[in-house]
């Protein structure tokens, strides 16, 4: 049973950072994509970022460019995403997703992590 288990939510004040932290398992993800969407109250889910399980492709949202990063543990069965410089326009529940790679829907999909940033 693949699983995609989010961590690393809370609360920051603007300017600051957390990491996201997403646990999979239940299958190999070769040839897999791994992606960290978010959705705000009121808003439409929306892409974040997302990266190859080699560690290539790495795809970021114009919204997030420069401030957020994208990267795989290596060793270990988990995608990470460093936020920095943060918004509250970031505040959102932050969920992590995998699809194949030749596929364009993501297939697996996360519980969530809430992300709050004050001003």
């Known amino acids: 049973q693949v699983q995609l288990v989010e961590s690393g939510g809370g609360s920051v004040q603007a300017g600051g950072s957390l990491r996201l932290s997403c646990a999979a398992s239940?299958?190999?993800?070769?040839?897999?994509?791994m992606g960290w969407f978010r959705q705000a109250p009121g808003k439409e889910r929306e892409f974040v970022a997302a990266?190859?399980?080699?560690?290539?492709?790495?795809r970021y949202a114009d919204s997030v460019k420069g401030r957020f990063t994208i990267f795989r543990d290596g060793a270990g069965n988990i995608v990470y995403l460093q936020m920095n410089s943060l918004k509250p326009e970031d505040t959102a529940i932050y969920s992590c997703?995998?699809?194949?790679?030749?596929?364009?829907?993501?297939?697996?999909w996360g519980q969530g992590t809430q992300v709050t940033v004050s001003s």
């Open positions: 990266i190859l399980w080699s560690g290539d492709s790495i």
């Open positions: 997703a995998a699809r194949y790679m030749l596929q364009s829907t993501y297939e697996y």
């Open positions: 239940g299958r190999s993800f070769n040839n897999y994509a």
